[in-house]
């Protein structure tokens, strides 16, 4: 299935390193999106060769993607006539709670819970299935 191409107008992030494929819901301040995790990825080769899983920071990335596109909805980067783009400047309370294996598909759901200037505060869930692989919370911060 080929990337929504909302997500390539709205964050810079491009293949190889782009871990959202689709939106699949958004209202005001929550976004869900899905990734789905080829069964070849070069990773895998190297990540526990005899039974792969996807490295963590891989499923926060993706979280982290999918916070970015929330922002970029609402608008908050326009500044001046320009974008900014968002940075990761905290992490916090990660939980990796199962392993996601090939094959799976990442259904990423991020939540808007404060803005202070240009800071952003989020919360994400990526979930396989209804089992929840990663709970995550972070701070997004404007840059220019």
Known sequence: MPIDKRITELIPHRDPFLW??????????LLVTEKDIPTDLDVFRGHYPERPILP???LCEAVFQSGALLIAKMDFGTRSG???MPVITKITNARFKRPVYPGDT?????KLIETV???HFLK????IGNK????IEFTATLIS
Request: no cysteine; aromatic share 4%; proline share 0%.
């Open 56 to 58: 963590g920071v891989l």
């Open 106 to 110: 990442l259904r990423i759901e991020v």
């Open 132 to 135: 929840t692989a990663l709970r």
């Open 117 to 119: 200037s240009f800071a």
């Open 82 to 84: 320009h974008r900014g």
């Open 20 to 29: 959202v494929d689709r939106i699949i819901d958004e209202e005001s301040n």
């Open 124 to 127: 994400g869930t990526v979930k």
